[in-house]
């Protein structure tokens, strides 16, 4: 049963976007890409916070993302994203899926990456449902990225 009409809970809707999926998780690319590649790691139970992850969930996320960033090397993100712009969630999403597609580093080997949980919506979260981001990042994506994701 689909609480309070979680938009991941309802994977129909956003099905033809999973690009990966085990038993416990299944993963697609961020509409709103932050960089080419940013997608999110999905429990496909319905878990809001990082402490109501059970054990199974917490002990197989990082498997998850190894998994994902297999996936997401070996996909063609342009592709992907002039995918999503033919029925995109929002306008916003427009803008960010086509500054996306006109990265340079777009379908490049990332020179690093960022795995990210916004815990409350104090941090960030704005879907009610747990997500790790997984962001690829490149040498010179920002001026100092010293501190990481402080200043992403």
Not at 27 to 51: M, T
Not at 88 to 95: G, L, N, Q, Y
């Amino acid at each position: 049963m689909v609480e309070n009409k979680c938009v991941f809970c309802d994977r129909e809707p956003i099905r033809q976007r999973i690009i990966w999926e085990n038993d416990l998780f299944y993963s697609l690319f961020d509409a709103y890409p932050v960089s080419p590649g940013h997608c999110l790691i999905i429990p496909k139970r319905h878990v809001v916070d990082v402490i109501n992850m059970n054990t199974e969930e917490s002990a197989s996320l990082f498997a998850a993302i190894a998994e994902v960033l297999a996936v997401v090397k070996r996909t063609d993100l342009k592709e992907v994203y002039i995918d999503i712009l033919k029925n995109p969630p929002s306008e916003t999403a427009v803008w960010f899926l086509k500054q996306a597609i006109a990265n340079p580093n777009i379908n490049t080997s990332p020179d690093g990456y960022n795995y990210g949980i916004n815990d409350g919506r104090a941090a960030g979260r704005t879907v009610d449902h747990l997500h790790l981001h997984l962001i690829p990042r490149y040498e010179g994506d920002v001026d100092n990225p010293l501190g990481g994701v402080r200043y992403v």
